[in-house]
Antibody, heavy 114, light 112 residues
Framework: EVQLAESGGGLVQPGGSLRLSCAAS????????MSWVRQAPGKGLEWVAN????????NHLDSVKGRFSISRDNAKNSLFLQMNSLRAEDTAVYYC???????WGQGTLVTVSS | DVVVTQSPLSLPVILGQPASISCRSS???????????LNWFQQRPGRSPRRLIY???NRDSGVPDRFSGSGSGTDYTLKISRVEAEDVGVYYC?????????FGQGTKLEIK
């Protein structure tokens, strides 16, 4: 069974940092594009970043460029999102997803507040 | 950024009746490789999104055949032939042809 399990969310002060992880299983992780998508409370979906199979190509939403960085470890079947200089508007549930959203994890909540 | 506009935003439907959601993009979604990266997602209350349709009209595994997608260029449609109680939730279209990938605002389907 294909599974994605996010972790690392929590409460952080504005300007702080968090590192989200996504543990993948049940499919060939190293052959898949992977993505992070977020959803602010009560709002719609926003595609944050994606990364190709070997990590050589990465795309980030303009509003997070220079603050967030997507990465992966194919040996550990894991996807990451390093989030620095967090702002209140980054508060959301963060989902990892395979490719064009074929499968999604359960999400991890990030709350940026003082 | 490509703007994706869904309508209606609220969709009350009687059980067993059909439903249709429109999705319009501000640019053509046909990519240079001639694929059209237009997907549809369902998000049931309190759940993660689930993809229903990829590349306009292809149903994902396990998706009931009452769901169908169609369209071309800048205009796309998701149709549910006969709405069931389990279809309640928010439906999003998403374009993946242009970066950043963008979603429509969502259409909330409820049972009338």
């Amino acid at each position: 069974e294909v599974q994605l399990a996010e972790s690392g969310g929590g409460l952080v002060q504005p300007g702080g940092s968090l590192r989200l992880s996504c543990a993948a299983s049940g499919f060939t992780f190293s052959r898949s594009w992977m993505s992070w998508v977020r959803q602010a409370p009560g709002k719609g979906l926003e595609w944050v970043a994606n990364i190709n199979q070997d990590g050589s190509e990465k795309n980030h939403l303009d509003s997070v460029k220079g603050r967030f960085s997507i990465s992966r470890d194919n040996a550990k079947n894991s996807l990451f999102l390093q989030m620095n200089s967090l702002r209140a508007e980054d508060t959301a549930v963060y989902y990892c997803a395979i490719g064009e959203g074929a499968v999604w994890g359960q999400g991890t909540l990030v709350t940026v507040s003082s | 950024d490509v703007v994706v506009t869904q309508s209606p935003l609220s969709l009350p439907v009687i059980l067993g009746q059909p439903a249709s959601i429109s999705c319009r993009s501000s640019q053509s979604l046909v990519s240079s490789d001639e694929n059209t990266w237009l997907n549809w997602f369902q998000q049931r209350p309190g759940r993660s999104p689930r993809r229903l349709i990829y590349k306009v009209s292809n149903r994902d595994s396990g998706v009931p055949d009452r769901f169908s997608g169609s369209g071309s260029g800048t205009d796309y449609t998701l149709k549910i032939s006969r709405v069931e109680a389990e279809d309640v939730g928010v439906y999003y279209c998403m374009q993946g042809t242009h970066w950043p990938k963008t979603f429509g605002q969502g259409t909330k389907l409820e049972i009338k």
